[in-house]
């Protein structure tokens, strides 16, 4: 399983929706810049690269920080 980070935006340990997951934040950011300058008909690419990103800075995350 792929570790997602947790929750992007903390919420009080009582709620029971904890929200976006910090890995679905990440590359939903970096789907952002890749709209940009890829073909809109390229959405494979876009998602896959994008969750390329989003791993790869979790795991230089966890590699620091661990």
Known sequence: MI???GPAFPVPSD???EGISLRD???ARA???LI???PTNQVTTIVSS???FADAM???RIERHP
């Open 3 to 5: 570790e997602d980070g």
């Open 15 to 17: 709620w029971t929706w």
């Open 25 to 27: 934040y990440i590359a």
């Open 31 to 33: 789907m952002e810049a």
């Open 36 to 38: 940009a300058e890829y």
């Open 50 to 52: 994008a969750y390329e």
């Open 58 to 60: 979790l795991a230089k």
